[in-house]
């Protein structure tokens, strides 16, 4: 896709992160925007920013967890605008612990929001944009699914994270090559960020109370939590530098979206050790302390 102006784009987890700074340069190309986030004074404030730049915007408030609204965000969007050209199913929320303490409420909410957002993303809009193709030779669409580098890698404490974006990875590849089959006018990518300031470490503020959990946080959970805060505030990267990189490869029709292409040694390693049958490697092999205060951390 090369021509984003009057073309439409629907972003969820759009009012923070790497959603809002979507929506900020869609509206800089001249886009119309739905946006969609389960906060709703960040969704309203993020839409007035936009509108008092003079750009066409909505929002909707959208538990993408649940499919009956996506299909609302997808009618509004219909209704409004009459089409939709770029889908950003992109709303993650992330939490880590040992795997066997996670509770069934963390699995519900986690993969609710990372996994099944971007399935019921990719049921609810692929056929309106196949259907838009059909009808007109020169539509053009594009999906952007949000994994992460642990959609790559498997870093310790974070399982239930990493299997969730595990997921996205495989679902967009697929995509991409179920999309090939029938059409050349509508494409997809994944990205997959590394460490990057955007506010999803704090990500619990918008935990649905009937998924909390009535037991306080596990060691393995305060542990990966405070790591995952240090990891992301301290991020060089930021949302709006991800954001560009991400229209850049919508423009050039790049698949795989990377904010730290150096990251990706570690995912050669890892290939390596699948292909030659080796155990995994340890995660922490160039960074031994990090390993020992994480043990030491851990084991009290």
Same mark, same amino acid.
């Given at each position: 896709m090369?021509?984003?102006e009057?073309r439409?784009?629907?972003?969820?987890?759009?009012?923070s992160?790497f959603?809002?700074?979507?929506?900020?340069?869609?509206?800089?190309?001249?886009?119309?925007?739905?946006?969609a986030?389960?906060q709703?004074?960040?969704?309203d404030?993020?839409v007035?920013?936009l509108?008092?730049?003079?750009?066409q915007v909505?929002?909707?408030?959208?538990?993408?967890?649940?499919?009956?609204?996506?299909?609302a965000?997808a009618?509004?969007a219909?209704?409004?605008f009459?089409?939709?050209n770029l889908?950003?199913?992109?709303?993650?929320?992330?939490?880590g612990?040992f795997?066997?303490?996670?509770t069934?409420k963390?699995?519900e909410?986690?993969?609710?929001?990372n996994?099944?957002?971007?399935?019921h993303g990719v049921?609810i809009f692929?056929?309106?944009?196949?259907?838009?193709?059909a009808?007109?030779?020169?539509?053009q669409?594009?999906?952007?699914n949000?994994a992460?580098m642990?959609?790559l /890698?498997?870093?310790p !404490?974070?399982?239930?994270?990493? &299997?969730s974006k595990?997921? @996205?990875?495989?679902? *967009?590849?697929t995509?991409?090559?179920?999309?090939g089959l029938?059409?050349?006018?509508?494409r997809?990518s994944?990205l997959?960020?590394?460490?990057?300031?955007?506010?999803i470490?704090q990500?619990?503020r918008?935990?649905p109370?009937?998924?909390?959990?009535?037991a306080p946080p596990?060691r393995?959970q305060?542990?990966s939590?405070? /790591?995952?805060d240090? !990891?992301?505030?301290?991020g060089k &990267?930021?949302a709006?530098? @991800?954001?560009?990189l *991400?229209?850049d490869a919508?423009?050039d029709?790049?698949?795989?979206?990377?904010?730290?292409?150096?990251a990706l040694?570690?995912?050669?390693?890892?290939?390596e050790?699948i292909?030659?049958?080796t155990?995994?490697?340890?995660p922490?092999?160039d960074r031994?302390?990090?390993?020992?205060?994480?043990?030491?951390?851990?084991?009290?």
């Open positions: 090369k021509q984003f009057g439409v784009a629907v972003i969820t987890g759009g009012a992160g959603g809002k700074e979507f929506a900020r340069i869609g509206a800089q190309l001249g886009m119309k925007l739905v946006l986030d389960v709703e004074d960040a969704l404030a993020t007035a920013e509108k008092s730049q003079g750009t909505i929002g909707l408030r959208t538990d993408v967890s649940k499919a009956e609204q996506v299909q965000l009618d509004a219909m209704t409004t009459g089409e939709v889908v950003f199913n992109n709303a993650g929320v992330g939490a612990g795997v066997w303490e996670n069934e963390d699995w909410w986690v993969l609710g929001v996994l099944y957002g971007v399935i049921r692929t056929p309106l944009m196949l259907a838009a193709a009808k007109d030779p020169s539509f669409g594009h999906i952007i949000t992460s642990a959609g /890698l498997n870093p !404490a974070m399982g239930v994270y990493n &299997v595990h997921a @996205v990875v495989s679902l *967009t590849e995509l991409h090559h179920d999309l029938v059409t050349e006018q509508v997809c994944v997959c960020p590394y460490f990057v300031p955007t506010g470490s990500s619990h918008n935990r109370s009937g998924l909390t959990n009535d596990t393995s305060m542990v939590q405070a /790591l995952s240090k !990891a992301v505030s301290s &990267v930021t709006a530098d @991800v954001a560009q *991400t229209f919508i423009r029709e790049s698949f795989y979206i990377y904010s730290h292409p150096q040694a570690a995912v050669r390693q890892r290939m050790h292909v030659d049958q155990n995994p490697g340890d922490f092999g031994p302390e990090v390993r020992a205060g994480l043990v030491a951390a851990l084991r009290g």
